[in-house]
């Protein structure tokens, strides 16, 4: 074996892939604290559909499933039901064991070695982990100050040599929702395939899914994580054109990406609608809430959010404020600096008591 080869193809894979923060055991066993006493707010989880509902829909899904068969028309089944949920033909929905599964098939889709992608900056990281996977050239354009996209600049970026710009809204971690004439200008004018990942679509309010009828070059990512409550099912899916759809569904993929508690799971929880709206309305009115108390601790300064998940900053240190958190039990995401901005957390909207937790340590903190 050419010993080389392998350790310069090796290396090369070394700095991707997500990375993960303190887990709950960890920081327990670190810090002597139980599990059940810690607050994980770093994933952008929903707690506001109760674990309890959740557990009897795959009570259901266990008992009418036959594990030993591969999905049937659980697939088809489960298409229909998103179709009437995005108001989309079902032909124009692909899925995907979650939407980060989807986003591989893209790049591996539309991207060659060589070739460049394009994405703002910050965001989410896995764009990032999808292009290198290719051996392609990830660009990253800054978002303006207000954290809108600055459109010339992406626009003057592109080459030949371009084929992807992703894009995430709301944007992980600002936040923020892209303006609709932004993404339209966008859509006329970018020369490849643009794909929004709308993972926290629900919370905003708004998606630009129906201009998939329109531009035959956008891809919409969706997922079952956030508003649905299915973070552990690994279940998301995509809106585009039927062809783009077609060929990401049957030529790319591999068979049976689903499993099939997930894809029942997905059925059930469409049927439980007003389970799911339930849970959107309370988290986006404590949302609100936890961005003005958060705006009212001394040293802290939280941002506007159309997402599950509120970005701030601190006075103090990033790491010394992220430790003194953790010695406490709560764990929070360290984002670090964010264009101009020092000491970024970006944490989970968690339910009123989880936020009232946070914010008096936080005020503890700032006030030590």
Not at 292 to 298: D, Q
Not at 307 to 335: C, D, H, P, W
């Amino acid at each position: 074996m050419n010993k080389r080869w392998l350790k310069e193809t090796l290396k090369a894979f070394e700095n991707c892939g997500y990375t993960f923060g303190d887990t709950v055991k960890s920081v327990g066993q670190r810090f002597g604290i139980s599990q059940k006493q810690i607050l994980k707010l770093d994933s952008n989880e929903n707690f506001f559909i109760p674990k309890e509902n959740l557990q009897k829909i795959l009570f259901e899904v266990v008992r009418e499933i036959d594990p030993r068969i591969y999905p049937q028309e659980e697939e088809q089944e489960l298409r229909e039901r998103i179709s009437a949920y995005v108001k989309s033909p079902r032909e124009c929905i692909a899925l995907g064991n979650g939407s980060d599964e989807i986003m591989e098939r893209i790049t591996r889709t539309f991207l060659r070695e060589g070739d460049q992608a394009i994405t703002v900056q910050p965001t989410f990281s896995m764009y990032k982990h999808a292009v290198k996977l290719q051996r392609a050239e990830l660009i990253e354009v800054p978002l303006r100050e207000d954290f809108s996209l600055d459109t010339e600049a992406i626009l003057s970026k592109t080459t030949r040599r371009t084929k992807i710009l992703f894009l995430c809204s709301p944007n992980n971690p600002t936040g923020n929702q892209f303006a609709l004439e932004d993404i339209k200008n966008l859509l006329e004018n970018f020369p490849g395939i643009i794909v929004i990942d709308e993972a926290y679509a629900e919370f905003a309010r708004s998606s630009v899914a129906s201009l998939c009828e329109d531009f035959d070059n956008l891809i919409v990512l969706r997922t079952f994580s956030k508003a649905f409550g299915l973070a552990g099912l690994r279940l998301g899916y995509c809106i585009s054109n039927e062809r783009v759809t077609t060929i990401l569904a049957r030529n790319v993929g591999l068979p049976y990406p689903v499993n099939l508690i997930a894809l029942k799971s997905g059925v059930k929880i469409l049927e439980n609608m007003e389970l799911v709206e339930d849970a959107i309305q309370r988290l986006i009115k404590e949302r609100t809430r936890l961005i003005e108390e958060l705006n009212k601790v001394t040293g802290v300064k939280a941002f506007d959010s159309k997402a599950n998940f509120v970005m701030f900053t601190t006075e103090k240190s990033m790491e010394k404020v992220y430790q003194a958190l953790l010695r406490r039990g709560i764990i929070v995401k360290k984002l670090g600096e964010i264009l101009k901005l020092k000491n970024c957390f970006r944490t989970t909207v968690g339910l009123p008591e989880m936020g009232d937790r946070l914010i008096d340590v936080l005020k503890a903190i700032n006030a030590g």
